[in-house]
């Protein structure tokens, strides 16, 4: 599912975005925006203490004005406040055991409910405290969230505690705080006069969302930069591989929050002989950059990007991919480089890569002349963003991560919900533009709402999908769970800048779409018509049993790995691929698959 710089808009990394103020973002990519904004608002001999990576990548990382951006200003006014009457400073962030041992993504909000007109929300209890209740008073003009806060648990000291909460609609958001030691009321207003009519239907029926922060808010800002310094080998020119620390920092994010334990290899690169790659073959791939590892959490998968070897007519060989160009990677969209050329481009990218061969049986029966031209049709499109989401979003809740430690109580943890997505990408939708590719055309395919052209003409904005949805009797935390048919249209663009209609795939849909073009899936019961392509993460690609254990391994590979079941090509860190080859194909499969960390458990009939 791997692409470059603007993949970032991933869910995490929205929510991130949001936190900094999108305003800042629209002439940037989200990383770099995110980088300068924390810079800004953290002072220098902190944030190298906290992330060094981060605080040396400097020189990459543009300089950015906080007031530049509505809620930058608020965020460090709100800073510079906290620790002016104690409440929380630089030198205490990331003192929590919690916070310090797992700080990545800690500013992923809980959600506790919402207040509805008519309806009070009694919130749970928090760390400042004992008892909360939020109510919705009417008026012509306004909805006002009125919070009643009591049980101070914080101490006698003012502010000595402080809860934080994102509180929202898909219209308007606000930030709301309740320190102690006073109990007493709060209210945040929701204006009603510029609401157009299926932003009003959501306030009216579902109230205002409620989301509680776990941390200070000086420790949120330094989970921020934490999170961020995951993604520096993503800032910068073309090409490039991560550092040593920031690989470092990866493998640790992935043992922590993924369970995947990457081991330093002594052999960074086997040469194997050309001839033992074949048309069809899968290569797994991670790049130890902050999305990769990502990605891989959310998909229960070890790998962040796929690929497909394929021979031309003359027998050249080429790697098959799509992803965006950036600051590893030269090349955007959908396309073919000789196996000649990506081997280095992959070493300078700072790629792991695994060569994982078709069966025998299976080798036999692909079709490469009908894979090769399915593919010529495809290429130079662009990366398919506007199914980025959709194959890794399979059921209501058991698809977003929660926040380690996951042997925590249930109602201590942190995850992401439904409920924070639906209301935070119609509000990024209005700052950034760019953030509707991701999710609004495949909304509304979803409520049988077709783009009428490119750039998604036709489609409903996000607000009038949800109010569709409702209407239509779809409930809408099932809008992403519904199947993504492969016959489905998305607005896509040429590499020259042809806007047209076309296929979106990211790279493990484009794998499945060359072996289902090539007969692969001709024998499941339905036909090839029964396997949805857009379904697949990239797990679900490599478990396939037509790719199998090779009988033997080339005696370099045994040697630089000898745990490893398949021949690691390149890297500075093992990547093995976990269930690979054990599942047997069938109809609609990969449709209904949780990913739940650590353990990722899945029906044998997902």
Request: aromatic share 10%; net charge negative; with cysteine.
């Amino acid at each position: 599912m791997r692409t470059a710089a603007h993949r970032h808009v991933l869910v995490f990394t929205l929510f991130l975005a949001f936190v900094v103020g999108a305003e800042s973002l629209r002439s940037e990519d989200v990383v770099g925006g995110l980088a300068s904004l924390v810079k800004a608002l953290i002072p220098e001999s902190h944030l190298q203490r906290l992330t060094p990576d981060l605080h040396a990548a400097s020189a990459d990382i543009g300089s950015l004005n906080p007031s530049d951006s509505s809620l930058g200003s608020t965020l460090k006014s709100t800073l510079e406040w906290a620790e002016s009457v104690a409440a929380s400073s630089w030198n205490t962030a990331l003192s929590d055991p919690i916070a310090k041992e797992y700080p990545y993504f800690g500013v992923i909000p809980k959600y506790v409910g919402a207040a509805r007109d008519g309806v009070p929300l009694t919130l749970p209890e928090s760390r400042c405290w004992k008892s909360a209740t939020a109510t919705i008073e009417k008026s012509d003009s306004a909805y006002t969230l009125k919070v009643i806060v009591s049980g101070n648990k914080g101490g006698i000291l003012p502010f000595a505690c402080i809860d934080y909460y994102f509180v929202a609609t898909v219209a308007s958001w606000h930030l709301a705080s309740f320190g102690t030691p006073v109990p007493g009321t709060k209210s945040y207003k929701f204006e009603l006069g510029k609401l157009t009519d299926a932003e009003l239907w959501d306030i009216q029926t579902k109230g205002v969302r409620m989301f509680r922060f776990r941390d200070d808010l000086h420790t949120l800002t330094a989970e921020l930069a934490k999170t961020v310094e995951l993604l520096t080998p993503l800032i910068g020119k073309c090409c490039k591989a991560p550092s040593t620390s920031a690989s470092k920092n990866n493998v640790d994010f992935l043992q922590k929050y993924a369970n995947v334990t990457m081991k330093p290899r002594t052999t960074k690169v086997v040469t194997v002989n050309e001839t033992d790659i074949h048309s069809g073959d899968f290569l797994g791939i991670i790049r130890l950059d902050g999305l990769d590892p990502m990605l891989a959490w959310g998909m229960g998968s070890t790998t962040g990007h796929t690929a497909i070897a394929m021979r031309d007519e003359a027998g050249v060989l080429h790697v098959l991919e799509s992803t965006t160009n950036g600051s590893y990677w030269p090349t955007n969209g959908i396309q073919s480089t000789p196996w000649a050329r990506w081997v280095p481009q992959a070493i300078t990218a700072g790629h792991q890569v695994v060569h994982a061969p078709l069966s025998e049986e299976a080798r036999k029966s692909f079709d490469v002349t009908k894979a090769r031209e399915f593919f010529a049709t495809q290429k130079d499109l662009n990366y398919g963003f506007g199914t980025l989401l959709v194959g890794w979003i399979d059921t209501v809740s058991q698809n977003f991560p929660c926040l380690p430690p996951y042997d925590g109580a249930e109602d201590q943890s942190y995850c992401l919900t439904w409920e924070l997505i639906e209301v935070l990408f119609p509000l990024l939708s209005k700052e950034v533009a760019v953030v509707s590719e991701v999710y609004l055309e495949a909304w509304n395919h979803r409520i049988g709402v077709k783009a009428t052209g490119p750039q998604c003409a036709g489609c409903l904005p996000p607000a009038d999908v949800l109010m569709k949805a409702n209407q239509s009797g779809i409930v809408a935390n099932t809008l992403f769970s519904i199947v993504e048919s492969d016959d489905w249209q998305y607005s896509q663009q040429y590499n020259n800048g042809t806007l047209t209609m076309g296929n979106a795939f990211v790279c493990d849909v484009l794998v499945c779409r060359v072996w289902k073009a090539g007969g692969l899936f001709d024998e499941v019961k339905g036909g090839a018509a029964a396997i949805n392509c857009g379904e697949f993460t990239n797990w679900d690609a490599y478990v396939l049993d037509i790719l199998a254990v090779p009988t033997s391994r080339p005696q370099q590979c045994v040697e630089a790995d000898p745990d490893n079941q398949l021949c690691q090509l390149m890297g500075d860190y093992t990547l093995n691929l976990n269930n690979y080859g054990t599942k047997p194909l069938y109809a609609h499969i990969a449709e209904t698959c949780p990913s739940f960390a650590p353990q990722y458990k899945k029906p044998n009939n997902c």
